[in-house]
Nanobody, 120 residues
Framework: QVQLVESGGGLVQAGESLRLSCAAS????????MGWYRQAPGKSRELVAT???????NYADSVKGRFTISRDTAKNTVYLQMNSLKPEDTAVYYC??????????????WGQGTQVTVSS
């Protein structure tokens, strides 16, 4: 059984920073790409940032220059450093990971989500 557990969400004022963490645990053979997505009330879930096993990153245009994704391979953990937060960043943030349970099987897992609220 594999779990993704997010932490670090909260309530901040515009311009402040937050750091989200997502730790994968369980019978993990290896982890391919990991990423962060968010869903605001009444909107679809959208990509925020992704990082490959080799460290290549991809960001939504709306967060480029403000957010940084990173990962600690040894800890099976991905981070999202969010600076200069804006009210429009308010959403539930979800961690996603493609995980191999053995050399062949590859599965997609989602975390339970963590709330980020930015007040103006």
């Amino acid at each position: 059984q594999v779990q993704l557990v997010e932490s670090g969400g909260g309530l901040v004022q515009a311009g402040e920073s937050l750091r989200l963490s997502c730790a994968a645990s369980g019978s993990i053979f290896s982890i391919n790409d990991m990423g962060w997505y968010r869903q605001a009330p009444g909107k679809s879930r959208e990509l925020v940032a992704t990082i490959t096993g080799g460290g290549s990153t991809n960001y939504a245009d709306s967060v480029k220059g403000r957010f940084t994704i990173s990962r600690d391979t040894a800890k099976n953990t991905v981070y999202l450093q969010m600076n200069s937060l804006k009210p429009e960043d308010t959403a539930v943030y979800y961690c996603k990971a493609r995980i191999r349970l053995d050399p062949i099987s590859l599965y997609l897992y989602w975390g339970q989500g963590t709330q980020v609220t930015v007040s103006s």
